[in-house]
């Protein structure tokens, strides 16, 4: 019987079928003598509402399932079977009242009340002797099946001797054809082999199909979309179909078209699956061109008008060929979620990566765990449109984290930067890591590889990941319980905020749901310890660099203020302001300050300043001070500290970046990490923007939780944020340059794989010595420098020239006009044409 009957049977215990005695009024009304009645069956409305649901169902051998089926289904312990030969009268009975039962409950004032009664009452079936299974035709049955069975013993041994007879023969006749076929079944077995390697990534890719829904329809039909949106559906259509039937390959046939017809309007379309081979062209220079296109995100227009130019680049059609063949071996999911996005399989893509790291690094040790860093980050992309990018790197890859190539995406979604997005967008992304993190290996080539997952990228998003509030919170520290107001405290040992006021993940978790929360508001989201969760050294420099930037311009500004106070009328105010921002473009660094406007349109008395890249953050920290030094634009009584303080910062940024392995080195980091809070607190109270008050979590994690991370993880510039941030401006390229906005983050993931599974063709670039250190660190600078005056001077000549020209010119001009006409060009100048009186 159907696994259907079985579910409805453990569904519907409450209600069973009892066998009762006959109604006399039912013998009376249909004028049979009780003797031909062999008992009767009392069948709850229940189970009648349930049987009008199942007929029609078809069982596992292919046969629709009718009420004399589901009548003997439900007997009690089954000790009896009505005959389908003679149970039409039941069948009909069953039917009449099982539609009769169904429209009793599904009236519209059936209430809960009247529900309930229903559900007491039932149908009192009588079921005649002649409708029953006779026992005597059971008995032959039975004495049938025991004879064939005695037969089937005894021809038993002979077929034993017959089956041993056969192997040997199946046996030699393998034999002699290997030896006639010789090197062919061999060659034949290699070919397999070759093409099972080739079709492992299509092989996952339909293993990953079955599982997913996504060729369900789950919007409107065809017939309802307009011409635009069927042509759209029929092209998804067409490549899912082409999917679905990889298999006539293998039959040695190929699809070459696939006609389909609406169901609504009769309607035919055609999909066209045969295209021109791209054999004859080289395909080395045809993946080449692919990769380049790609890489510099040049349209398909630009190549075709390129194409017709020259007869001996491929056409372009062979480039749309062979993108979309490598577009079918990406398996991309759509997000779940209300924001559109798409996602990777996260274990599938590391594995890949994995094995990719292990055949070139062939002097990786078994032994030593490959480490795998999980970053997201938001991306403005534009006005309407904002990404939110995860992406992993292998750390042991080196230099590579620090560039987009070292990091590969593995979903994109375009909605808001917050909680709620990370948990429902991401969230198989998150439930496969951590899967990966909990069983700590993942499986290459057959060989467990063991890994360790690490969790990094701004404040902001581990704050989020893990269910803690924001920066500006209470408690805002992700690795310790420390209150905001005691951050500038710097007379705890290192050990205070790493084990009496550590935090944990267990802990986390707990205090969410509590009622002292300590900034956990949420559950957290990954389940990576707090130790494996690193800050990201970029955005540490640019949190304080920005604190320290804000401060050296309000100070610039507060002393202007106080000489500009008793400066005489038409004197140039905001000197000291002027100089240091013509200083720093000295430097190299576009740099400029504007007052922020109202809604009115008037001055709002606060200022903004242009937002400067990580480089540029670099390069401001390192020659500044020495600009300072020689400037006289800060206050006498505090200049020394303040440039003492940029000085001191870059010291300690070099400092957590070098790949130092002394054993005390970070102790050293800790101690120059606290001096350079109290410097910086020292002067609060004196100059704007040093109070205690103003020592930000980045300062906090500086002093007492780098050093931890330092001692435990060595380098800690492999955890850098470059290769994210560099990762986002690729995805905004992407974005505007080889999108059409339609799907735009699926764009993104599918670019990026072509990228990385043509890798291969990018041009060795030839390797540069840089010999002169002093010419790249301040030469480079200078020489721009004239560059640019001598830029600036041609075109002041240029300029000069062109006004000497216009001068002859317009002398022509005024020559040939009438007085009308000298006249209407007077007044168009603002000049009167009045001659004055004689005085």
């Given at each position: 019987?159907?696994?259907?009957?079985?579910?409805?049977e453990?569904?519907?215990?409450?209600?069973?079928?009892?066998?009762?005695?006959?109604?006399l009024?039912?013998?009376k009304?249909?004028?049979?003598?009780?003797?031909?009645?062999?008992?009767?069956?009392?069948?709850?409305?229940p189970i009648?509402?349930?049987?009008h649901?199942?007929?029609?169902?078809?069982?596992?051998?292919?046969?629709?399932?009718?009420y004399?089926?589901?009548?003997?289904?439900?007997?009690p312990g089954?000790?009896?079977?009505v005959?389908?030969?003679?149970?039409?009268?039941?069948?009909?009975?069953?039917r009449?009242?099982?539609?009769?039962?169904?429209?009793?409950?599904t009236?519209?004032?059936?209430?809960?009340?009247?529900?309930?009664e229903?559900?007491?009452?039932?149908?009192t079936?009588?079921?005649?002797?002649?409708?029953?299974?006779?026992p005597?035709?059971?008995?032959?049955?039975l004495?049938a099946?025991?004879?064939?069975?005695?037969?089937?013993k005894l021809?038993?041994?002979?077929?034993?001797?017959e089956?041993?007879?056969?192997?040997?023969?199946?046996?030699?006749?393998?034999?002699?054809?290997?030896?006639?076929m010789?090197?062919?079944?061999k060659t034949?077995?290699?070919?397999f082999r070759?093409?099972?390697?080739k079709?492992?990534?299509l092989?996952?890719y339909?293993q990953?199909?079955?599982?997913?829904?996504?060729?369900?329809?789950?919007?409107k039909?065809?017939d309802s979309?307009?011409?635009?949106?069927?042509?759209?559906?029929?092209?998804?259509?067409?490549?899912k179909?082409?999917?679905?039937l990889?298999?006539?390959?293998?039959?040695?046939?190929?699809?070459?078209?696939?006609?389909?017809?609406e169901?609504?309007?009769?309607?035919?379309?055609?999909?066209?699956f045969?295209?021109?081979s791209?054999?004859e062209?080289?395909?080395n220079?045809?993946?080449?061109?692919?990769?380049?296109?790609d890489?510099?995100?040049?349209?398909?227009?630009?190549y075709?008008?390129?194409?017709?130019?020259?007869?001996?680049?491929?056409?372009?059609?062979?480039?749309?060929?062979?993108r979309?063949?490598?577009?079918?071996?990406?398996?991309i999911?759509?997000?779940?979620?209300?924001?559109?996005?798409?996602?990777?399989?996260?274990?599938?893509?590391?594995?890949?990566?994995?094995?990719?790291f292990l055949?070139?690094?062939?002097?990786?040790k078994?032994?030593?765990?490959?480490?795998?860093?999980?970053?997201?980050?938001?991306?403005?992309?534009?006005?309407?449109?904002?990404?939110?990018?995860?992406?992993?790197?292998?750390?042991?890859t080196?230099?590579?984290?620090?560039s987009?190539?070292?990091?590969?995406?593995?979903?994109v979604?375009?909605g808001?930067?917050?909680?709620e997005t990370?948990e429902?967008?991401?969230?198989?992304i998150?439930?496969?890591?951590?899967?990966?993190n909990?069983?700590?290996?993942?499986k290459v080539?057959?060989?467990?590889?063991?890994?360790?997952?690490?969790?990094?990228?701004?404040?902001?998003?581990?704050?989020?990941a893990?269910g803690?509030?924001?920066?500006?919170?209470?408690?805002?520290?992700l690795?310790?319980?420390?209150?905001k107001l005691?951050?500038?405290?710097?007379?705890?040992?290192?050990?205070h905020?790493?084990?009496?006021?550590?935090?944990?993940?267990?802990?986390?978790k707990?205090?969410s749901?509590?009622?002292?929360?300590?900034?956990?508001?949420?559950?957290?989201?990954?389940?990576?310890?707090?130790?494996h969760i690193?800050?990201d050294?970029?955005?540490?420099?640019?949190?304080?660099?920005?604190?320290?930037?804000?401060?050296?311009?309000?100070?610039?500004?507060?002393?202007?203020?106080?000489?500009?106070?008793?400066?005489a009328?038409?004197?140039?105010?905001?000197?000291n302001?002027?100089?240091?921002i013509?200083?720093i473009?000295?430097?190299?660094?576009?740099?400029?300050?504007?007052?922020?406007?109202?809604?009115?349109?008037?001055?709002?008395?606060?200022?903004?300043?242009t937002?400067?890249v990580?480089?540029?953050?670099?390069?401001?920290?390192k020659?500044l001070p020495?600009?300072?030094e020689?400037?006289d634009i800060?206050?006498?009584?505090?200049?020394?500290?303040?440039?003492?303080?940029?000085?001191?910062?870059?010291?300690?940024?070099s400092?957590?970046?070098?790949?130092s392995?002394?054993g005390?080195?970070?102790l050293?980091?800790?101690?120059?990490s606290?001096d350079?809070?109290n410097?910086f607190?020292?002067?609060g109270?004196?100059?704007?923007?040093?109070?205690k008050k103003?020592v930000?979590?980045?300062?906090?994690?500086?002093?007492?939780h780098?050093?931890?991370?330092i001692?435990n993880?060595?380098?800690?510039?492999?955890?850098t944020g470059?290769?994210?941030?560099k990762?986002?401006?690729?995805?905004?390229?992407?974005?505007?340059q080889?999108?059409?906005k339609?799907?735009?983050?699926q764009d993104?993931?599918?670019?990026?794989h072509?990228?990385?599974?043509?890798?291969?063709?990018?041009?060795e670039?030839?390797q540069y010595?840089?010999?002169?250190?002093?010419?790249?660190e301040d030469g480079?600078?200078?020489?721009?420098k004239?560059?640019?005056?001598?830029?600036?001077r041609?075109?002041?000549?240029?300029?000069?020239?062109?006004?000497?020209q216009g001068?002859?010119?317009?002398?022509d001009?005024?020559?040939?006009m009438t007085?009308k006409?000298?006249?209407?060009?007077i007044?168009?100048?603002?000049?009167?044409?009045a001659?004055?009186?004689?005085?």
């Amino acid at each position: 019987m159907s696994d259907v009957l079985l579910d409805f049977e453990k569904k519907s215990l409450e209600f069973q079928l009892k066998v009762t005695e006959s109604p006399l009024s039912y013998i009376k009304q249909q004028c049979v003598q009780e003797s031909r009645i062999a008992l009767a069956i009392y069948i709850p409305y229940p189970i009648l509402m349930k049987w009008h649901e199942l007929v029609g169902i078809k069982d596992e051998r292919g046969n629709e399932l009718n009420y004399i089926d589901l009548l003997n289904f439900w007997i009690p312990g089954r000790w009896f079977k009505v005959s389908k030969e003679n149970g039409s009268r039941i069948h009909g009975r069953l039917r009449r009242e099982a539609g009769a039962v169904v429209n009793k409950y599904t009236g519209k004032k059936v209430s809960g009340s009247k529900r309930e009664e229903a559900n007491r009452k039932g149908l009192t079936l009588n079921i005649y002797e002649t409708e029953l299974v006779v026992p005597h035709e059971i008995e032959e049955n039975l004495s049938a099946a025991e004879q064939e069975i005695k037969e089937w013993k005894l021809r038993y041994k002979d077929l034993e001797k017959e089956k041993e007879s056969l192997a040997r023969g199946m046996m030699e006749a393998i034999r002699r054809k290997e030896n006639e076929m010789g090197e062919t079944v061999k060659t034949t077995e290699e070919k397999f082999r070759d093409i099972e390697e080739k079709n492992k990534e299509l092989s996952e890719y339909i293993q990953n199909l079955e599982k997913k829904t996504g060729f369900l329809c789950q919007g409107k039909t065809i017939d309802s979309l307009g011409k635009r949106q069927q042509s759209r559906r029929l092209k998804e259509l067409k490549e899912k179909s082409e999917i679905a039937l990889w298999f006539l390959e293998s039959h040695g046939l190929k699809l070459s078209f696939l006609k389909v017809q609406e169901a609504a309007t009769n309607e035919f379309h055609t999909l066209e699956f045969d295209q021109l081979s791209a054999n004859e062209t080289d395909q080395n220079n045809l993946e080449t061109l692919l990769f380049l296109l790609d890489k510099f995100c040049a349209s398909d227009e630009l190549y075709h008008e390129l194409s017709l130019l020259s007869e001996d680049l491929p056409r372009t059609y062979l480039i749309k060929q062979r993108r979309n063949e490598l577009n079918k071996l990406c398996h991309i999911e759509r997000t779940p979620g209300q924001y559109p996005g798409a996602q990777l399989s996260f274990s599938e893509t590391l594995q890949d990566h994995i094995k990719q790291f292990l055949e070139s690094n062939s002097n990786h040790k078994g032994d030593e765990p490959i480490k795998v860093k999980i970053s997201c980050d938001g991306a403005k992309m534009s006005r309407s449109a904002n990404f939110m990018i995860m992406s992993f790197s292998l750390l042991q890859t080196g230099d590579l984290v620090m560039s987009s190539k070292g990091n590969r995406t593995i979903g994109v979604v375009n909605g808001p930067e917050k909680y709620e997005t990370i948990e429902t967008s991401f969230s198989e992304i998150i439930n496969d890591i951590n899967s990966v993190n909990k069983n700590g290996k993942i499986k290459v080539n057959d060989k467990e590889i063991a890994v360790q997952l690490f969790l990094g990228g701004d404040y902001k998003f581990l704050l989020m990941a893990m269910g803690m509030s924001g920066a500006t919170s209470d408690y805002a520290c992700l690795w310790c319980k420390v209150h905001k107001l005691f951050r500038w405290d710097m007379s705890k040992d290192l050990s205070h905020y790493n084990e009496e006021l550590k935090r944990t993940l267990q802990e986390i978790k707990e205090l969410s749901s509590s009622s002292k929360k300590f900034s956990c508001v949420k559950s957290p989201l990954f389940t990576i310890e707090l130790d494996h969760i690193i800050l990201d050294e970029l955005h540490l420099m640019l949190r304080v660099t920005d604190k320290l930037t804000e401060n050296l311009i309000t100070e610039v500004m507060e002393k202007d203020a106080k000489q500009d106070f008793n400066m005489a009328r038409g004197k140039e105010k905001g000197v000291n302001l002027d100089i240091l921002i013509k200083t720093i473009n000295e430097l190299g660094i576009t740099f400029s300050l504007w007052e922020k406007k109202n809604a009115d349109g008037k001055g709002s008395g606060t200022y903004d300043w242009t937002s400067l890249v990580g480089s540029d953050k670099k390069k401001l920290t390192k020659l500044l001070p020495a600009k300072l030094e020689e400037l006289d634009i800060l206050f006498p009584e505090t200049k020394e500290t303040v440039i003492k303080l940029w000085k001191d910062f870059y010291t300690l940024y070099s400092l957590i970046n070098s790949d130092s392995n002394a054993g005390d080195f970070y102790l050293d980091i800790f101690q120059k990490s606290k001096d350079f809070v109290n410097l910086f607190c020292s002067l609060g109270g004196v100059r704007i923007g040093y109070e205690k008050k103003r020592v930000t979590p980045y300062m906090h994690a500086l002093v007492y939780h780098v050093p931890m991370f330092i001692k435990n993880h060595k380098n800690f510039r492999q955890f850098t944020g470059q290769g994210i941030e560099k990762n986002n401006d690729d995805a905004k390229k992407i974005y505007f340059q080889k999108s059409n906005k339609w799907d735009a983050a699926q764009d993104v993931l599918l670019l990026e794989h072509r990228q990385e599974a043509l890798k291969h063709c990018e041009r060795e670039k030839r390797q540069y010595t840089k010999r002169k250190a002093a010419y790249w660190e301040d030469g480079i600078i200078e020489t721009r420098k004239k560059r640019k005056r001598a830029c600036l001077r041609e075109l002041q000549n240029d300029h000069n020239g062109a006004d000497v020209q216009g001068n002859n010119l317009s002398e022509d001009k005024y020559n040939k006009m009438t007085v009308k006409q000298l006249r209407q060009e007077i007044k168009s100048i603002g000049k009167s044409t009045a001659i004055p009186c004689p005085s």
